[in-house]
């Protein structure tokens, strides 16, 4: 059977103005890749279109026409948030020209909502709840659908009927590396987000799937709770194949918790390190997950920059939002990945419930006193399926337009703050604080030849990178 897989475009800036967000980091859509590779193992013939890919057309009616022109029995469309709207829009169009084609919808908007999608939502067939290759596949092989766990359908009379919940694969191992092959200007055109590497090209990784944790703000409705993960010896061939078949010299590994199995991570850091192939890795860690020794190890492996989930710089809040996590033990972490010749990113959140304005100014000295090499600061966006979406709408002001829900947008506005402006002007301030901090500048610096080529990527898509500079202004100056 001939699948197509499509990843939506979505909202990924500000509404109303021109998305630059893939400019800056254009990630593979891996889910979708492993799918791909897992169909075409069993037999199918799978192809991916990426909204986000560097040739995707810029309008939904041509994507419609390309996809179409592919054939295919199946459509399938993985869907965030603020994607699902505009996949939908795409399925009704295939609908509308070629209504035999199934369109399945998964991802982790999917499996949030589950069954009301199919109620409100007529051109959608299917939905795949959780994982998605062994259930796509069997819907491929022709399976009925009261036969497929995971599956949710209409039945004759149009009525949404849910299929028993699918067991996680348990063998992470067994499946084939992702089919990246699939994506048009891969690697080269897929770039990683400017200055968080020293090699090009550049590619992503996922190496486990689940988290034990619990953090308020965290969707785990397609893998849950439990922890899976890839063997070393797995992750070193994958590694090898990037380098060997699309010459990569450099992976984002984007694993919530990549050190939690510290075993696997010594023995690939060991292999690494041994049989070295030429790569450089990021990758992000828990407080309470790094000791010292395996710092060493990951930097003497290729590692270049650790990431740490740090969310605020509120005691209070952190304990609400982040526990487990303290305050002391993040400057303790920061110091101790430094130390090891390693750079430090801090990943924090603004709007979280319970924010305020002396509590985002706390962070941001936080922030500024932990001498980080990088920092990113999301807008807090509440999803259906994290923790916090239960009570969210009794903790502020929510605007629950999907299209805005992507952590660029600030949708929620805790009861403590007085406006969405006032989110604004405060994010507006923090991220320019940190960047023109003479600290952190110097640091940059210093570091400014390693980073030539996301200088050369900079100029040669300099209108870009203007206008979302020119865009940011004008929200600080309105606000």
């Not at 450089?280 to 020794?293: I, L, P, Y």
Request: with cysteine; net charge neutral; glycine share 8%.
């Amino acid at each position: 059977m001939r699948i197509v897989l499509v990843h939506p475009a979505g909202s990924n800036w500000v509404a109303g103005k021109k998305d630059v967000a893939a400019v800056a980091n254009r990630m593979a859509p891996l889910g979708l890749l492993s799918i791909a590779a897992y169909l075409e193992k069993q037999g199918h013939s799978a192809e991916v279109h990426d909204c986000l890919g560097p040739e995707a057309p810029a309008d939904q009616k041509t994507s419609v026409e390309q996809i179409l022109r592919l054939d295919p029995d199946i459509v399938g469309f993985s869907a965030t948030t603020s994607g699902f709207p505009d996949g939908y829009d795409m399925a009704a169009g295939i609908k509308q020209i070629r209504p035999e084609v199934k369109t399945v919808f998964g991802g982790v908007h999917v499996s949030a909502i589950g069954a009301r999608l199919i109620e409100d939502y007529q051109h959608i067939d299917f939905l795949c709840m959780g994982e998605g290759e062994q259930t796509l596949a069997e819907l491929a092989d022709g399976r009925a659908e009261p036969e497929i766990d995971g599956l949710v359908w209409r039945d004759s009379e149009g009525n949404a009927v849910s299929n028993p919940e699918r067991k996680h694969l348990p063998d992470l191992d067994a499946l084939p590396f992702p089919a990246y092959e699939k994506l048009a200007g891969f690697p080269e055109k897929y770039n990683l987000p400017l200055f968080s590497y020293i090699k090009t090209p550049g590619a992503t990784m996922v190496t486990s799937r689940g988290c034990p944790y619990k953090c308020s703000y965290c969707d785990r409705s397609v893998f849950k709770s439990g922890y899976r993960y890839n063997s070393a010896h797995y992750i070193y061939e994958h590694m090898k194949y990037l380098r060997k078949r699309f010459g990569v010299r450099h992976i984002n590994i984007y694993d919530d918790l990549f050190t939690l199995h510290r075993d696997r991570i010594a023995r690939l850091c060991e292999l690494l390190a041994s049989k070295p192939l030429g790569i450089n890795f990021n990758c992000a860690v828990r407080v309470g997950h790094t000791d010292d020794e395996l710092l060493r190890m990951l930097k003497a492996a290729g590692c270049l920059m650790v990431s740490l989930g740090i969310e605020t710089g509120d005691p209070e809040l952190l304990a609400i939002h982040k526990p487990g996590v303290y305050i002391e033990e993040v400057k303790d972490t920061v110091k101790r990945i430094q130390a090891a010749g390693l750079r430090a990113k801090g990943l924090f959140m603004m709007g979280l419930p319970g924010e305020s304005e002396e509590s985002i100014k706390k962070t941001s000295d936080f922030v500024l006193s932990l001498d980080l090499d990088d920092m990113n600061m999301a807008k807090f966006t509440p999803f259906p399926g994290a923790p916090v979406w239960k009570t969210i709408f009794d903790q502020g002001e929510m605007e629950e337009d999907w299209r805005k829900m992507n952590c660029l947008n600030f949708v929620f506005v805790p009861e403590q703050i007085d406006s969405k402006a006032t989110l604004d002007r405060l994010y507006n301030w923090h991220v320019k604080r940190f960047y023109s901090d003479p600290k952190w500048r110097r640091k940059f610096a210093k570091r400014i030849w390693q980073h030539r080529r996301s200088l050369f990527y900079l100029a040669r898509h300099l209108p870009d990178f203007l206008s979302a500079m020119r865009t940011f202004d004008n929200e600080r100056r309105s606000s």
